[in-house]
């Protein structure tokens, strides 16, 4: 089954400051890719996804790159706010299958 | 926007009592995900459903069933319950198989 390995497993940035968060994933038919924003005891919420015809997307301060070949995929954060701060967690799906997590990213932006 | 609703939010119950969680996807949605999540950790799938048929199992319990009814709502049904299965459970729907999955707002089950 797919494996997905998320790194680094918590994260402090400056506020303004970027912040990078990698995956990689175990599955070549794996392709789609999400990523959720996870506040303490609330629901994961979808930010952005990227599907494996594309190589990259953005969406106003975030944006996903994926290297099918590698098999990774990043979200990049830039001018980081302190309401960015959460768990941050990326996927990896297969057409059929269940969406995978990785083990989520704890964001802390300081202000 | 109708989202996923999932009910009761929260849930007590004494180790060996049985616990039935309720999922009411979005409607049109054709998949149904359930996921456990513990304290820190990222969620574990449990079981998926595709118009009303299992599609994949996951680390799910052999104390632990779940279907999915012909108006697309799906129970998760647990028994024997233990104190490790206190964690929050999320329940998503999409609509066809390769699409976003958009969460409920879970059920926050409590074993003691």
């Known amino acids: 089954g797919e494996n997905v390995e998320q790194h680094p497993s918590t994260l402090s940035v400056q506020e303004g400051d970027s912040a990078v968060i990698k995956c990689t994933y175990s599955?070549?038919?794996?392709?789609?890719f999400p990523w959720y924003k996870q506040e303490l005891g609330k629901r994961p919420q979808l930010i952005i996804d990227?599907?494996?015809?594309?190589g990259e997307k953005k969406d106003q301060r975030i944006a996903v790159t994926l290297n099918k070949t590698a098999k990774h995929f990043s979200l990049h954060i830039t001018e980081t706010q302190p309401e960015d701060s959460a768990v941050y967690f990326c996927?990896?799906?297969?057409?059929?299958?269940?969406?995978?997590f990785g083990g989520g990213t704890r964001v802390l932006v300081k202000p | 926007a109708a989202g996923v609703i999932q009910s009761p939010r929260h849930l007590i119950k004494e180790k060996r009592e049985t616990a039935t969680l309720k999922c009411y996807p979005i409607?049109?949605?054709?998949?149904v995900y359930w996921y456990q999540q513990g304290p820190g950790q990222d969620p574990q799938f449990l079981i998926s459903?595709?118009?009303?048929?299992?599609?994949d199992k996951g680390s799910i319990p052999d104390r632990f069933s779940a279907q999915q009814f012909s108006d697309y709502h799906s129970e998760l049904n647990m028994s024997s319950l233990e104190l490790g299965d206190s964690a929050l459970y999320f329940c998503?729907?999409?609509?066809?198989?390769?699409?976003?999955?958009?969460f409920g707002q879970g059920t926050r089950l409590t074993v003691v």
């Open positions: 990227i599907r494996s015809n594309v």
């Open positions: 998503a729907s999409s609509s066809g198989t390769n699409t976003e999955a958009f």
């Open positions: 409607p049109r949605h054709d998949t």
């Open positions: 996927a990896a799906k297969a057409a059929g299958n269940k969406l995978t």
């Open positions: 459903f595709y118009e009303k048929m299992q599609s």
């Open positions: 599955d070549s038919a794996s392709n789609y």
